[in-house]
């Protein structure tokens, strides 16, 4: 009998980088791109088929392989992983992209914040549990807490939900946050006010946040540092003034040409990419952009381009940056 051949999706594929302490990376790129993925990996939600994660030179791709195993009969070592992706659970918190799916719609404000102590076994007293749930509330912009204490989520609005849901994965007092496309769903009004409240966060607390949009503009305002993904791979990476000023990379560059600028007098000249998103599951050959992209030669699609530096702490994929 004939088979066909077996095929795969290499929604994220080679991708390499680091998160200083206290600084905000943002993951940019279309749907499909693999922002949520590199996310989801990062927090030991999904299991990477190869490569290492290190969380303060711990990793975390092998404690999420290691938590597998639960449901089966488990020795020392398998149970020692488990306790270490608790821990990591308590360090690394996600708040997700659409907060009408996030949150329970039975549990009210307060259940919501302090279920995740209930797991964690944190707090002595009621008392005590109470001071976290309020502190993480009143941290995230829903002041006064009491205030918010009984309320179910359909009597909040987009703004507050959003709030609401970063209040519970604050009342952990993480050291990482994945933001995933975390101000998409809110009206443009709330968004600077989200946004502004996670810089807080990261200048008051020293969070380190991990921020994944399609949005190149809200990513200009507060992050440190651009990782430019396309088709599963980061195409091109640098601080966000660099990146956004001088992008190097052709589909970096079309981006940033759509940009609306602030200065109307000094209009870009837009690049239109034409076709689609190549299927993931046969990708090109050669540079995975090469079939859209406007500078594209003939060995773009025989040559697989390794990130080189451009500039001080820049770096493209591309042949001929």
């Known amino acids: 009998m004939l ?112 279920e995740p102590l209930e797991i964690h076994g944190i707090g002595r007293t009621k008392e005590e549990k109470e001071a976290l749930v309020r502190k993480a509330l009143e941290g995230s912009g829903l002041a006064p807490a009491d205030h918010f204490w009984d309320r179910y989520p359909e009597r909040l609005s987009g703004g507050q939900r959003q709030r609401l849901v970063i209040a519970s994965a604050l009342v952990l007092e993480p050291e990482l946050l994945v933001a995933d496309e975390p101000v998409s769903m809110l009206d443009v009004s709330i968004r600077a006010e989200i946004l502004s ?67 109307p007098r000094r209009r870009r000249k837009q690049v239109v990419l034409e076709g689609e998103v190549p299927n993931p599951i046969d990708l090109p050959t050669g540079c995975r952009f090469h079939p859209r992209c406007p500078q594209a030669k003939e060995e773009c699609s025989r040559i697989d381009p390794r990130p080189v530096p451009v500039s001080e702490d820049h770096q493209a994929a591309c042949l001929f940056v």
């Open 3 to 114: 088979r066909r051949p077996y095929k795969v999706v290499h929604a994220v594929d080679d991708v390499s980088f680091e998160v200083q302490r206290g600084e905000i990376l943002a993951l940019v790129g279309e749907s499909g791109s693999g922002k949520t993925t590199v996310g989801m990996n990062v927090l030991g939600l999904q299991v990477p088929t190869a490569g290492r994660i290190l969380f303060d030179h711990h990793d975390v791709a092998d404690w999420a392989r290691g938590n597998l195993v639960r449901g089966r009969t488990e020795d020392i070592a398998s149970k020692r992983r488990r306790e270490q992706v608790l821990a990591l659970r308590r360090r690394a918190q996600i708040i997700f992209q659409d907060p009408y799916e996030s949150l329970n719609p039975r549990q009210k404000v307060y259940e919501t914040v302090s």
């Open 197 to 263: 409240l996670l810089n807080e966060l990261r200048e008051q607390r020293g969070i380190t946040i991990l921020y994944t949009t399609h949005d190149l503009a809200t990513a200009g305002i507060f992050t440190d540092r651009m990782a430019v993904m396309y088709l599963g791979r980061i195409v091109e990476l640098g601080p966000t003034e660099a990146v956004l000023s001088e992008p190097r990379h052709p589909y970096t560059q079309a981006l940033v040409s759509v940009v609306p600028a602030p200065n």
